[in-house]
Structure formats: structure tokens, C-alpha cells
């Protein structure tokens, strides 16, 4: 246990340094330093504010999506979300995704698979709403279509913000359709039936053989994929989904505000509003990337990226970015750690026992 502690911590840390690296080689460090001391920190305290009130509407989405299989009070969705976004921060590969429904198994007897699969919602809802922020954005910010950028070797112009954007939407829309299919009951009967017919497959085994392969597979499959459908069968409630979709709207566009107020203190940001909404998506198009501890670098990376779109020159983006990221980070661990000391959960033990594989 110790060492597969020390491993990913020292594996974490790694990652951070290495996307640290890559983010911000081309700044001099002296430069970033002057910057993030020149800016106005009296912003950051309502900003961070903000940031963290972010979560409570997270929670209470949760809530809503959790609500069609299982009905819990606010705390008890609350603190298992602190922890899981706290383990995001020290630890890489978004283990704390996966301890958010371990901790709800654990504190509210929640299956592990309906819990997974809320979490996965959760994200399909964060995809619909940026790319429909992406989508006003690239039709209302003037971004001048013959900008070519270069920056750590890859060229940022219009047309790759286009691709981009394409992207996302074919893929969200193959998702979202994947998740009407599964909330279909004659789809949900056909996987179960397939599941039980597993143990077929193994005709040149003996009977016991086949009888065990469906006690310890088949029928817990068909268990499994009720509760992912019970996941998402948000899609069979119109106003949860719409309440869910409301609250994801408001957390996005919170989130920008946060940043949007250090803007004030920053020396060398004059971003509108609108403008900064484009590279708050595209931060968010980064650390959707394999994800290191926290996401340090590929925030700062995203911000660089974004910011040059509109003139801000990379030692100005990069202490911005760093400075941001950091108002956003740290109230989510502090209160995490809170959550995990007031719910008595072990956090190493949820991230690397109860998780499942």
C-alpha cells in the first residue's frame, strides 16, 4: 500500500513538472514571477468565493441526477464530491472520479455502477454546455480568420478552433445517443439476454463450468446494466434534465466569472467577458487531455493558448493562468480535506482499496 502510494504521488508530481515544463519553457522565469507579484490580489477572495460556490450547484446536480434511482440529502453528496475533486488534485489519472462512487458505496450503500455512471452524466452535461458556450462564442468574438499562432510547435488559427469544436459536438452527439439507447427498455432486455447467454460461448466446458461463469458474471452483468441505464434515465425525466441542464449553464458561466474578476487586478488583461468565456473553453479542451495531478501545465498550457488568440503576450498569460488556476485549485483540497475529516473517510484507502479496478 505504502509503496504504490509513494509511486503515484512521485508519479504525480512528475507530471505536473513535465506539463509544467512544456507550458511554460518559453517564458523566463524571472518575468513570471514579476507578474503574478504585480497583480491585485484583493479580486481573488470574491473570485475564489465564486469558484467554490461552483461546487455546491455540483452538488445539488448530483442530486438531481442521483434522484431518479436513489434520493439522498445535500451532505451526503456533497462531501463524497469534495473528496473525489480533492484526489484529483494530488493524484493523476482522475482516481478521485472513481472514489466518488466508492465513498457514496460506502457511506450510502449506493452500487458501485448506478454511481459511476451519474458521474459519467455529469460529464456529458459539462461537454453539451461548452460546446454550446464554444458555439456562441465562435459566432459572437471576432477572432480574425487569417491569425496564424504558433505556439510550442502546433499552429492556433480560426480553422483549428472550428476542427475543435467539430470534433466535440460528434462526439458528444454519438455519446448522447449511446446513453438514449441504453435508457430504452427493449435495449436494456437484449443486453441482459446477451449477458446470460455468456456461459454459451463456452460449450466445451464442462456444466459446472458454465453455471459458474453465470453466477459470478452473467447475472451480475444483467445487475450492472440496470444500474448504468438507472444512471442515466435522466434523459426520461424532461424537467430533470432541463433543471440539470440550468444548473450546468450556471456553473460554467460562474466559473468564467471567477476568472473574469482577477481580470480586474491583472495588469495586461483587458478581456471582455465574451472573450474570455473562448479561452476558458479552450483551458477546458486541455485539461480534458490525459490528465495529470490537478491539472498544472495543461491549465497554464490552455490559458497561453487561448489568450494569444487576443494579443496578451505568453509571460502575461502564463501569470495569469497560474495565478487563476491556483484561486480555483486550493479552496477545492481544503475543503476536501474538510469533507474526508468529517465523514471519517480514509482517502488513500478509497483511492486505492475500495476503488474498484
Known sequence: MKKKIIISLVLGILLSVVGFYFALRNVPVGELIDYMASIHYGWVFPAAVIGLFTFVL????????????????????????????????????????????????????????????????????????????????????????????????????????????????????????????????????????????????????????????????????????????AGFSLTRYPARLMICLFYSFL????????????????????????QMTTVFVIICFFIALPSVPGFWGLWEAGGVFGMALFGVPAGIAAGFSLATHAVLMFPVLIVGIYSAFVTGINIIQVSYRETPE
Open 251 to 274: 456553473i460554467w458561466l460562474l466559473q468564467i466569472l471567477s476568472l473574469y474578476l482577477i481580470t480586474f487586478g491583472s495588469p495586461g488583461i483587458n478581456l471582455t467577458f465574451a
Open 58 to 229: 455540483r452538488a445539488f446536480r448530483w442530486q438531481v441526477i442521483l434522484g431518479t434511482s436513489v434520493r439522498l440529502p445535500f451532505f451526503p453528496v456533497f462531501h463524497p464530491m469534495m473528496i473525489g475533486f480533492m484526489i484529483n488534485t494530488v493524484l493523476p489519472g482522475r482516481v478521485g472520479e472513481l472514489a466518488r462512487p466508492a465513498i457514496l458505496k460506502k457511506q450510502e450503500d449506493v452500487p458501485f455502477s448506478l454511481g459511476i455512471t451519474t458521474v459519467a452524466a455529469e460529464r456529458v452535461l459539462d461537454a453539451v454546455t461548452l460546446i454550446a458556450l464554444f458555439a456562441w462564442v465562435m459566432a459572437t468574438v471576432h477572432i480574425d480568420p487569417n491569425l496564424q499562432i504558433e505556439f510550442q510547435g502546433y499552429q492556433l488559427s480560426r480553422q483549428t478552433l472550428d476542427a475543435i469544436a467539430t470534433a466535440m459536438t460528434r462526439f458528444s452527439i454519438v455519446v448522447i445517443l449511446m446513453i438514449i439507447a441504453i435508457g430504452i427498455p427493449a435495449v436494456q432486455r437484449v443486453l441482459k439476454a446477451v449477458a446470460l447467454k455468456l456461459p454459451q460461448l463456452f460449450f466445451f466446458a464442462g456444466e459446472s463450468f458454465r453455471e459458474a461463469v453465470s453466477r459470478r458474471f452473467s447475472v451480475p452483468l444483467t445487475g450492472v446494466i440496470d444500474n448504468i441505464a
